[in-house]
């Protein structure tokens, strides 16, 4: 994954804006590895937005080696600091540290993948969503770098009503949009989305998201009704468990994430790194639940270390169950080691009884 991304980057550092033309890219891939694809493994294409492509210049005009080991440093740090934020909302340590350093973590480093940055992003966002809800806002839209991240968010941000979140996810998205027009231009930008849809339909069957599993028993067809089918029942589930979601809001939030990867036509081992935050969230009331969660996911992508064909089925189940333990949590009955905020909100309420 981080030769396209370097190759792209490079495209832009010598003046070229045709990130998704797959013969510049393939050439730029070449002169930066120094030798051809070997036969039958092909060209990896860009799928993230422009600005994303910019971001990466510095790494990509280093010889490779340097470049690739600098990104890994800096996602290491980016999973350090995911965990001191994540701890900062009264997360345990251990099982934070359990789910951030989990097997996905590990093959995202591997490969030079986002999914490290975004993980400090999300938990940017959870740990301002109280104190800066707009800068909250604006972290979230970071994870347009991966749209299968963050496309149901909206829907828990309305539920919660947090308006101010929510305005701040518009004007990061705004802020991407603009700049990815000055970078490429409308074209190369319409291109994009084309770009990602194909790549999507193309890797549907092997994907660990339900729409894969979906695909893979009936067709392409089938996966994405059945995506259609399950966002109505998230629409459901949302306008029925509104007030605790509301509970506990950053919760909500990190679960909703879960849920939009859940029902992603674009999931790898990587990706499930995304779910560290809730389970660490999961984790104030039900510790040993969300350690157990990260467990089955850690040992779900063990095989995927030496870089063999994943097990779409093994990959589905462990994202189903990290998902249906951070929805249960969010939606059930409190239990002992309840979130801080719902401690705050009830020692506020005996204050103002006795004042």
């Given at each position: 994954?981080?030769?396209?991304?370097?190759?792209?980057?490079?495209?832009?550092?010598?003046?070229?804006?045709?990130?998704?033309?797959?013969?510049?890219?393939?050439?730029?891939?070449?002169?930066?590895?120094?030798?051809?694809?070997?036969?039958?493994?092909?060209?990896?294409?860009?799928?993230?937005?422009?600005?994303?492509?910019?971001?990466?210049?510095?790494?990509?005009?280093?010889?490779?080696?340097?470049?690739?080991?600098?990104?890994?440093?800096?996602?290491?740090?980016?999973?350090?600091?995911?965990?001191?934020?994540?701890?900062?909302?009264?997360?345990?340590?251990?099982?934070?540290?359990?789910?951030?350093?989990?097997?996905?973590?590990?093959?995202?480093?591997?490969?030079?993948?986002?999914?490290?940055?975004?993980?400090?992003?999300?938990?940017?966002?959870?740990?301002?969503?109280?104190?800066?809800?707009?800068?909250?806002?604006?972290?979230?839209?970071?994870?347009?770098?991966?749209?299968?991240?963050?496309?149901?968010?909206?829907?828990?941000?309305?539920?919660?009503?947090?308006?101010?979140?929510?305005?701040?996810?518009?004007?990061?998205?705004?802020?991407?949009?603009?700049?990815?027009?000055?970078?490429?231009?409308?074209?190369?930008?319409?291109?994009?989305?084309?770009?990602?849809?194909?790549?999507?339909?193309?890797?549907?069957?092997?994907?660990?998201?339900?729409?894969?599993?979906?695909?893979?028993a009936g067709g392409i067809g089938v996966g994405?009704?059945?995506?259609?089918?399950?966002?109505?029942?998230?629409?459901?589930?949302?306008?029925?468990?509104?007030?605790?979601?509301?509970?506990?809001?950053?919760?909500?939030?990190?679960?909703?994430?879960?849920?939009?990867?859940?029902?992603?036509?674009?999931?790898?081992?990587?990706?499930?790194?995304?779910?560290?935050?809730?389970?660490?969230?999961?984790?104030?009331?039900?510790?040993?639940?969300?350690?157990?969660?990260?467990?089955?996911?850690?040992?779900?992508?063990?095989?995927?270390?030496?870089?063999?064909?994943?097990?779409?089925l093994l990959g589905f189940l462990a994202l189903?169950?990290?998902?249906?333990?951070?929805?249960?949590?969010?939606?059930?009955?409190?239990?002992?080691?309840?979130?801080?905020?719902?401690?705050?909100?009830?020692?506020?309420?005996?204050?103002?009884?006795?004042?």
């Open positions: 994954d981080w030769i396209a991304f370097a190759g792209a980057a490079r495209l832009l550092a010598h003046g070229s804006s045709c990130l998704y033309c797959s013969g510049p890219l393939a050439a730029s891939e070449v002169a930066y590895i120094g030798r051809a694809v070997p036969p039958g493994l092909g060209y990896a294409m860009f799928l993230n937005p422009p600005p994303a492509a910019l971001v990466l210049v510095p790494f990509a005009v280093l010889p490779p080696t340097l470049g690739f080991a600098l990104f890994v440093a800096v996602s290491l740090v980016a999973i350090a600091a995911a965990f001191r934020l994540l701890t900062g909302l009264g997360c345990p340590p251990v099982p934070t540290l359990v789910g951030l350093a989990a097997v996905p973590a590990g093959l995202s480093l591997f490969i030079g993948q986002w999914a490290a940055l975004l993980a400090l992003a999300l938990a940017a966002a959870l740990w301002l969503a109280e104190r800066r809800p707009l800068l909250a806002g604006l972290a979230l839209s970071l994870l347009i770098v991966k749209p299968q991240y963050l496309w149901l968010v909206p829907l828990a941000l309305l539920a919660l009503r947090r308006y101010r979140i929510l305005g701040g996810l518009a004007l990061g998205a705004g802020l991407w949009a603009a700049a990815s027009l000055a970078l490429v231009g409308p074209a190369e930008l319409l291109a994009w989305p084309k770009v990602v849809l194909q790549a999507g339909s193309g890797q549907l069957a092997t994907t660990f998201g339900m729409p894969g599993l979906a695909s893979e994405y009704v059945s995506v259609a089918a399950a966002t109505l029942l998230v629409v459901a589930g949302t306008l029925r468990f509104r007030e605790r979601l509301r509970a506990d809001p950053e919760l909500a939030m990190a679960t909703f994430v879960c849920l939009s990867i859940l029902l992603s036509p674009h999931v790898f081992s990587q990706d499930l790194l995304l779910v560290a935050p809730a389970l660490a969230l999961a984790a104030r009331r039900r510790p040993r639940v969300a350690v157990a969660a990260a467990a089955v996911v850690s040992l779900a992508f063990l095989p995927d270390l030496n870089l063999s064909s994943p097990n779409p189903a169950t990290a998902t249906a333990v951070v929805s249960v949590t969010l939606v059930g009955p409190a239990s002992r080691g309840a979130p801080r905020a719902s401690a705050e909100a009830a020692l506020s309420s005996g204050t103002m009884f006795v004042a």
